[in-house]
């Protein structure tokens, strides 16, 4: 592990030298993840993208790309474009993007099961905003919305999420 990564441990979330507290998925840390389990996949994860909402905040990297409206993101094994962004109208089973909350104003996405997945692998994991302290997500990582800002900009094309 480098300074430079994003590493999960059950202290919370190192990186760059400082650490900040962060919700992992409701059923732990799994070494087997499949879609809908609630998990968080253990390994090292390439950071492969960065989405956020124009409407909502400014541009946190030059690689960042907006959340449109009707964005979506497939988690749906059955179908061709399974664990990738889509557009609506879309008839599987799907994440909103462009979400009410602020969950996802910024979320960088991992390399989790991509570009290719295996069907039923499980679907996306995102470093996005928690709902509040200590409430987990459903296999993602969250984080404190000042920490998520923080760390947004600072990332560099060899920074990787390591969760242990």
């Not at 999960?8 to 389990?37: H, N, W, Y």
């Not at 994860?45 to 907006?66: Q, T």
């Not at 962004?85 to 462009?98: Q, T």
């Not at 997945?117 to 459903?138: D, L, N, Y």
């Amino acid at each position: 592990m480098k300074a430079a990564d994003l590493v999960v441990t059950p202290m919370g979330l190192r990186f760059l030298g400082r650490q900040f507290p962060c919700t992992i998925g409701r059923s732990g840390v799994t070494d087997a993840k499949r879609e809908g389990d609630g998990a968080t996949p253990r390994g090292t994860h390439r950071l492969v993208g960065m989405l956020y909402r124009p409407d909502r905040i400014a541009r946190p990297a030059d690689w960042a790309v907006p959340i449109r409206p009707g964005d979506l993101w497939s988690d749906d094994p059955r179908d061709e474009d399974y664990n990738l962004m889509v557009r609506a109208p879309y008839p599987h089973s799907h994440e909103v993007l462009r979400r009410a909350d602020p969950l996802y104003d910024l979320v960088i996405l991992t390399g989790w099961n991509w570009p290719y997945a295996r069907r039923g692998a499980g679907s996306a994991i995102f470093v996005h905003q928690w709902r509040r302290p200590g409430a987990p997500t459903a296999g993602c990582i969250g984080l404190p919305r000042a920490a998520l800002h923080w760390i947004a900009p600072r990332i560099r094309h060899a920074t990787r999420l390591v969760v242990v």
